[in-house]
């Protein structure tokens, strides 16, 4: 925690200046596939790993939570940012059970623990490339935003529109952005 906490403002700063959130997100767990895999089956210093984790954390940390406001209207920021601390914390409280469970039945900590660790995180390597599928904006450095589905009126459509559109250096002719 303690790298996390020195790294994740310069790494969110680096977002902020460069992009690639999605892609970000994919290496983070990546990363930490590579650290959990070292644990499990290499004679390794553990301090390597663990600085590894480390940064793998700091980079999730500063890719995923700027992302959610790209991903939901305008309107579900506070329930979309409610259900990513939902999950985060289910998986904090589950996941040690889960540990002990398998700590106790096989008395040992590695590598079958550190195998379920590798599953979470290529779990996650995979989410990883899905969003960098389905959601590719988050790579820009400055993503646009999900319009508003209820929206009637259409400006919110063209406001989308317009990002879009400054995004990919579309220029117009009519006034209707």
């Known amino acids: 925690y303690f790298m996390s ?3 994740s403002p310069f790494l969110g700063g680096a977002v902020d ?8 997100c994919f290496f983070s767990a990546a990363t930490l596939v590579v650290v959990h895999s070292l644990l499990a089956f290499s004679s390794i210093t553990p301090v390597v790993p663990m600085v590894g984790q480390g940064l793998a954390y700091s980079m999730f940390a500063a890719a995923l939570w700027p992302s959610v406001p790209y ?3 305008d309107k579900s920021v506070g329930i979309a940012y409610g259900v990513v601390t939902a999950v985060q914390n289910a998986g904090l409280a589950g996941i040690p059970l ?7 039945i096989d008395g040992a900590y590695i590598p079958k ?7 979470f995180a290529a779990s996650g390597a995979l989410c990883a490339i899905l969003l960098n599928l389905f959601a590719p904006q988050l790579n820009h450095k400055r993503p646009f935003r999900c319009p508003d589905p209820d929206e009637n009126n259409g400006s919110n459509s063209n406001q989308f529109n317009a990002q879009v559109d400054d995004q990919y250096n579309v ?3 009519d006034d209707t952005f």
């Not at 200046?17 to 970000?24: F, Q, S, T, W």
């Not at 889960?98 to 106790?104: I, K, T």
């Not at 623990?113 to 599953?119: A, D, P, T």
Request: aromatic share 6%; no cysteine.
């Open 5 to 7: 906490a020195t790294l």
């Open 17 to 24: 200046l460069i992009g690639g959130r999605a892609l970000i």
């Open 171 to 173: 220029i117009h002719t």
């Open 98 to 104: 889960l540990v002990s469970a398998v700590y106790e």
């Open 113 to 119: 623990v550190e195998i379920i660790f590798i599953v």
């Open 71 to 73: 991903l939901v209207p």
